[in-house]
């Protein structure tokens, strides 16, 4: 797709993609917008909402569709989201406690307010799919990629958790979410099959390249 600049009107090429029949992100589009929420950068076709966006929750808007992305970003290199997945690893209890579950609320809500929940699709890349699974479920759909999962899940079960609109992707040797694999539902869940024993690329949302034109979500939302 072209990018959209403010005051450009949209090509009927680009309304014709948006509005296709069919289902709901695909992979390629999914990883540019997991990409995005790490950067800050709005895919091609999209643009960031810088009103409502944090640095741990992007905003991206699709403008032909009026469909909104909240993109929940996973683990950086800082002291703070470790701690956090410490706090996870303890209890779900002290993990809403911490700033970035309030933060990453704060951008959810926002964006439901503005958009409508039904305008509104939720996804995020490991510890942003954990974030995804927990603050999206008023939104139309819940994408996860590779989400955060921890060994009581493995023992007790993970479903229980999970939305009805939620659809999460796993590498099938992801160790961050392996957790989560034996109680998933299979009508919501596919693993993409690894290549090699490289861990740090299988958890990566480069993955969704290997299904790159796939199309994972709902079966009735529109295709992007």
Known sequence: MEPLTAGKVPSVRIIQESFASGKGLRGRTLRDLLEGSYSGQAPQGWF??????????QVFIHRPSGTAVVAH???EAEWSDWYNNAKFAGSDKA???????ADGKKVQ????QKYGTEKVITVGHSQGGLLAELLGRKSKEV???NKATKPQQGFFGSAKGRNKNQFDIRSSRDVVSMWG???????NYYEIPAKGM?????????????????VFGRKDSIVL
């Open 109 to 112: 809500r926002a964006a439901e």
């Open 181 to 187: 694999k034996s109680s998933e539902g299979k009508k």
């Open 143 to 145: 994408i996860t990629l």
């Open 95 to 101: 993990y809403k406690n911490t700033n970035r579950f």
């Open 198 to 214: 490289n861990l740090l690329k299988e958890h990566s949302y480069d993955i969704l390249l290997r299904k790159k034109n796939r």
């Open 73 to 75: 970003r996973g683990t």
């Open 48 to 57: 960031r909402d810088p009103d409502i966006s944090m640095d741990v929750a």
